[in-house]
Structures are given as C-alpha cells and as structure tokens.
C-alpha cells in the first residue's frame, strides 16, 4: 500500500511543470506585460472604446493566425494565405457588382474558389515533395498577378467598390461585418468570429483524432505514415483550413468595407505567422497552440493600438515585432525542451 502510494506521488507533475508544459504560456505572459504596458502608458487604452479599437484590430488577424498555426503544427507554411483575402474579396466583390449575382451567391463561390486554392497547395506540395514555403510562394505570386489582372480587365481600374448596392448585402452584412453594442460601445462582430474561430481549432486540435494527426504529421511524417496516419489528407485539409480562414476574413472585409484594391492583403502572411509564432508555434512543426495563435495575434492588436494611443511614431511597430518574434522564438524553445523533459 504505502509503495503504490509513493509510485502515484512520482508520477503526479506538478502545476509549474504543467503549465511549462503549454505552449500558449509565453504568449499569456506577453500579453500581460504588454496589457499592463499601454495600460499604465495612456489613458485610453483600457477605456470601452480602446478595448473595442485593439481587438477589433487583433479579430482578423486572430482569424488568420489560428489557421496558420494548425499548418504549421502540420510542418508546413502558406505565403499565400495574405493575399488569399484579397483573391476572395475580389471574387466577391466582382461577381456581386458587375455580374449582378446575390451577395450570398458571390459569398459561396469565393468560398469554392478558395478551397479549390488550399486543396491545390497542399496537392502539390504532396505530390511534388516540394517545401510549402515554394509552392505557395508560387502560389502568391500567381494570385498577385490574377488580382491586378482581372480586375483591370473587369474594372479598368485597380480597385472594385459598389457592395452596398448589391442584391443580398444587407443580410449578408449582418452576419459578417454587423456589430455589437455593448455597454454604448460598438464591437465588431468580426470578433466573435474570432473566439470562435479560435475555440473550434483548439477542440480540434487537442481533444480529436485529427489533432492527433496534426501533431504526428508535424512531428515526423514517416513516423505518422507508418503507423496509419493518412498524411496526404491531413496535410491538404490544413492547407484548405487556412484557405477558408483567408475567404472568412476576406468576406468580412467586403462586406464591411465595401471596396477592395487588387493588391490588398501582400505581406500580411508574415504577420499571421509571426503571431502563430509567438503564440508557441515552432517552425519546425509539431508543436504549438490555436489559442496560444489567438493570444499572439492579440498582442498584435494591443501594441499596434497602444502606440498610436500613445502618439509614437508607428515605425516603432516594426521594431516591436522583431523583437518579439526573437523572444517567442527563443522562449518557445526553452519550453518545449522544458515540456519534453517532463513528459518523459
């Protein structure tokens, strides 16, 4: 009796190894600092309309960053997923105002066009053995040139607007750029997505055989193969998971904005990854966290509001993200060795 007892005391970990063994644990520990930053540096940052401003600023992004980290908890990146929203804002946008279809119909087809471009990426990438990074930089740039493209050809300009008069905008809206009054304060509903967006992928991720999958395939994909682990159909439905991420934010924009310019969205994939990053992703695969994704694209949001309530100059933000992808690198890996050590 007393030698199972002390058995069941060594194999209980404690709350410190735990929580190390988290990987959103150096993003909710940025956050913190950062919150409590801007919180002591200007007055408006924690007042109903700045708390609307910075996670209105993070939801899209937040969006964006949790589809990223499932692909690179898979071992994989998207440098197209940033100008993806564009692609299916166009689509949209076209379809609905020079077309004359139905916002929910031009909503539907973009969402196709953009599952089309996920399941073509992660086609490729699996067939070709390709690195992601590659491919999808292939992919970038041909959807650079189809934006500008067809949109001159369809506009003879760069840009597309006239949403609002579209058959079907006013519900559609309603759904994806309506917003929240709480309090006498406005909050996007895009915001909602978000939570949403991220407490779905953390299900997923952590209490599914497909998490499980993720993880193997990120981890070590012959492995995964060799045990079972369909790695081509994992990987093509993460690749079509940030896909519809990209069309879910490039819908809310459309319809919030009601215009969009061709070259929209190029240079945002370095940002969802940088906050999938710093959530507690690891470049090289297998390991992170979807709401560890939320929290970094939180971050975000706070310190690129906190600055311009502060009135710095905003290229002060670059410097922010460099360093703060260095740190939640540098603290990612600590982690994760801390994290295996107690697993073993």
Known sequence: ???????????????????????????????????????????????PLGVATWL???????????AVALLMIGGEFDLSAGVLTASTALVTAILATKLGWNTWLAVLASLVFALAVGALNGWLVMRTG??????TLGTFLALQGLNLGVT??????????GM?????????????????????????????????????????LMRTRFGNWIFAVGGAAPSARAVGVPVMRTKILLFMTTAFAAWLVGTINILRFTTVQANQGIGLEFQFIIAAVIGGCLLTGGFGSAIGAAIGALIFGMARQGIVFARWDSDWFQLFLGVMLLAAVLVNNTFRRRAERVRK
């Not at 209105?56 to 949790?66: C, E, F, H, R």
């Not at 390709?130 to 491919?135: M, R």
């Open 164 to 204: 609002r008069a579209a058959d079907g905008y006013e519900s559609a809206g309603f759904v994806f750029a309506s917003t929240v009054d709480i309090g006498g304060t406005s909050f996007q509903i895009s915001i909602v997505w978000w939570i949403g967006a991220a407490a779905v992928a953390s299900w997923l």
């Open 130 to 135: 390709l690195p992601s990074f590659i491919v």
């Open 152 to 161: 001159r050809l369809v506009t003879g300009s760069v840009q597309v607007s």
């Open 1 to 47: 009796m007393t030698t199972a007892t002390l058995d069941e005391r060594v194999g209980r970990k404690g709350l410190a190894d735990r929580l190390v063994a988290r990987p959103e644990l150096g993003s909710v520990l940025g956050a913190v600092v950062v919150l409590l930053f801007f919180s002591v540096l200007t007055d408006q940052f924690l007042t």
């Open 56 to 66: 209105d600023d993070s939801a899209t992004l937040g969006i964006m960053a949790v």
